[in-house]
């Protein structure tokens, strides 16, 4: 199916289904947001900026090791996915979802074990005394079991938003709740390195067990396992696999190695400091990847479709509005950061406002071109995305160190400033390559 001249207004149908989704997911991630924001602070006064520094290495260690090791198939599955639900091949995707699961398990345990056997050389090379160096291997474990990949392109397949937002809600507010009491029965870091731990098991388990529900509630059964054949009739599968990985990677080596590199070149107080200012932006960033997230299965129902008018015309209206409320919100939140800050943090965190004002800024250019990921993806751009994510991410490495080393911590959110402008201008210019030029819409997507 081709689009026609004039049929380039979206469906009601879609419109209908997509709002509902955004509704679930903005409340969800609002309500995530604002109980992050209530442990963060819990945290800060817990442990004081030096030990908020350390915990956010070990966190920051655990998550990059299982971004490197632990490939997340979840928009490979969707991708494929959408074709067998729209021509309602059970056995098919029940053989998808299979070999999902058999890539979270693996990925978990290569990426935690990988990540506990290198831990003491890595708190070594971070000047961990041997009174912190557990952190590392501890941490590690909360990265063990993760099935949560295959379980968010099950809900998000079936379009069950509303029940993966309730359980990020629980997620969250377990960890909130534990947060409040290891405080107040200052249980110190090993009680927090401990709640992240158990948080993160659980939030690995909660989404994979409910996509299975739902998977069976509709007609679909179990997974099934048969690799050969699932590879076969998904052609492309662990290519996509791979590239949707790779940029994520790339774009993540930014967001994660950041924290393990300020830890060599400053002080766990200063690193406490960019925790405070990366958290904040990630409270922001929830707000936007949802949409991002609830986007992605209509943009590949249109590019199955070769509806690709349709694609660019509902990108270009929500980035607009997207550009139009970050503005709104962003000016005044930096105006008044520094009686937000020693509001909610207290004084002693007064020097971390600089490095929280540059990091929004950041976070605001991210948030603009938050869209771009899912189009390019479900126009097959793929590959480019890993070049462009490259390309982003060897800047980064080249700046950050010269950064820091004249602007102190704050460096390193100006390097954040530089690439997200780059990786922005970068995606626009290929995005608008590929819509107009006919003969790219389809060079590398996925065909059944």
């Known amino acids: 199916m081709t689009s026609q001249p ?25 309500a995530v947001a604002l109980l992050g924001l209530v442990f ?22 655990a998550r990059i090791v299982s971004r490197f090791l632990h490939l997340e198939p979840w928009q490979a599955v969707i991708r494929y996915g959408s074709t067998a639900l729209e021509e309602e091949d059970r056995e098919r995707f029940r ?9 979270d398990v693996v ?38 079991v993760s099935l949560r990949p295959t379980g968010l392109a099950l809900l998000r397949s079936f379009d069950r938003f509303d029940l993966l937002a309730k359980l ?9 709740v534990l947060g409040v009491i290891a405080w107040q029965l200052g249980f110190g870091l090993p009680g927090f390195v401990a709640i992240f731990v158990a948080v993160s098991l659980l939030d690995g388990v909660l989404a994979f067990a409910a996509g299975l529900r739902e998977m069976s509630r509709n007609g679909y059964g179990r997974p099934m396992l048969g690799i050969k054949q ?23 080596t930014t967001q994660r190695l950041d924290v393990i590199i300020l830890g060599v070149l400053i002080s766990p107080t200063m690193v406490g400091y960019y925790h405070i200012a990366k958290r904040c932006g990630e409270a922001a960033l929830r707000l936007g990847r949802p949409l991002s997230q ?16 349709r694609l660019q015309k509902m990108l270009t209206g929500l980035s607009a509005g997207f550009w139009g409320v970050i503005a709104l919100v962003l000016i005044p939140v930096i105006l008044m950061l520094e009686p937000i800050v020693t509001a909610i943090f207290g004084v002693d965190y007064a020097p971390a406002v600089p490095v929280v004002r540059v990091q929004a800024i950041a976070v605001g250019i991210y948030l603009g071109g938050i869209l771009l990921n899912p189009a390019l993806l479900s126009l097959g751009q793929d590959r480019a995305l890993v070049r462009i994510g490259l390309l982003n991410t060897i800047l980064f490495l080249i700046l950050i160190a010269p ?31 590929t819509l107009l030029n006919p003969a790219l819409h389809g060079k590398e997507q996925v065909r059944p």
């Not at 963060?40 to 260690?61: N, S």
């Not at 053989?95 to 890539?103: K, Q, T």
């Not at 990020?168 to 909130?176: E, H, K, P, T």
């Open 230 to 252: 699932t590879l076969g009739e998904n052609s492309g599968f662990l290519r996509f696999v791979w590239n949707s990985n790779l940029s994520v990677i790339l774009r993540q």
């Open 6 to 30: 004039g049929a380039t207004s979206i469906p009601t149908a879609v419109l209908r289904r997509l709002l509902r989704n955004l509704k679930w997911i903005f409340s969800s991630q609002i």
């Open 95 to 103: 053989r998808l979802v299979g070999l999902s699961v058999l890539i």
């Open 40 to 61: 963060l602070p819990v945290a800060a006064r817990a442990l004081g900026a030096a030990g908020l520094g350390v915990m956010a290495i070990g966190e920051a260690y």
């Open 168 to 176: 990020d809600i629980f997620a969250a507010s377990v960890r909130m």
């Open 107 to 144: 990925g978990g345990v290569l990426a935690a074990g990988a990540a506990i056997a290198f831990a003491p050389i890595i708190a070594g090379w971070l000047g961990l005394d041997q009174d912190l160096a557990w952190v590392l291997p501890v941490a590690s474990l909360g990265i063990l």
């Open 403 to 433: 950064m820091v080393s004249v602007l102190g911590v704050v460096g390193a959110a100006v390097a954040h400033v530089l690439c997200n402008s780059v990786w922005l201008g970068l995606c626009v210019l290929h995005l608008r390559r």
């Open 294 to 309: 609830a986007i992605y299965p209509e943009f590949t129902r249109f590019a199955a479709r070769n509806e690709f008018d």
